[in-house]
Nanobody, 124 residues
Framework: QVQLVESGGGLVQAGGSLRLSCAAS????????MAWFRQAPGKEREFVAA????????YYRDSVKGRFTISRDNAKSTTYLQMNSLKPEDTAVYYC?????????????????WGQGTQVTVSS
């Protein structure tokens, strides 16, 4: 079993920044890919960013490239999402997830454990 706890969400003005954290406990996830997804009201969950086990490979949805950065600290079992130049359309509940298989994926159903989510609200 893996427990994931997100933190760092909040209310920010457009153009501002937030840093989300995802702390893992239980089974080790240091050798597993991690990802961030988000879901806005009335919309489907969508992929935001993913990182391989070592942090050497990262992947982003087009709309956040150049603004968001995913990273991980395996010693702390924590994954981060640095979000800069935030836009109102980034408003959503953000979830972190871990995949038990070794390959990174942008498909939500490929991930095995999920956090409870943290709300990010960007005002215009």
């Amino acid at each position: 079993q893996v427990q994931l706890v997100e933190s760092g969400g909040g209310l920010v003005q457009a153009g501002g920044s937030l840093r989300l954290s995802c702390a893992a406990s239980g089974r080790t996830i240091s050798n597993r890919p991690m990802a961030w997804f988000r879901q806005a009201p009335g919309k489907e969950r969508e992929f935001v960013a993913a990182i391989n086990w070592s942090g050497g490979a990262t992947y982003y949805r087009d709309s956040v490239k150049g603004r968001f950065t995913i990273s991980r600290d395996n010693a702390k079992s924590t994954t981060y999402l640095q979000m800069n130049s935030l836009k109102p359309e980034d408003t959503a509940v953000y979830y972190c997830a871990v995949r038990l298989k070794p390959l990174t994926s942008s498909v939500g159903n490929d991930y095995d454990y999920w956090g409870q989510g943290t709300q990010v609200t960007v005002s215009s």
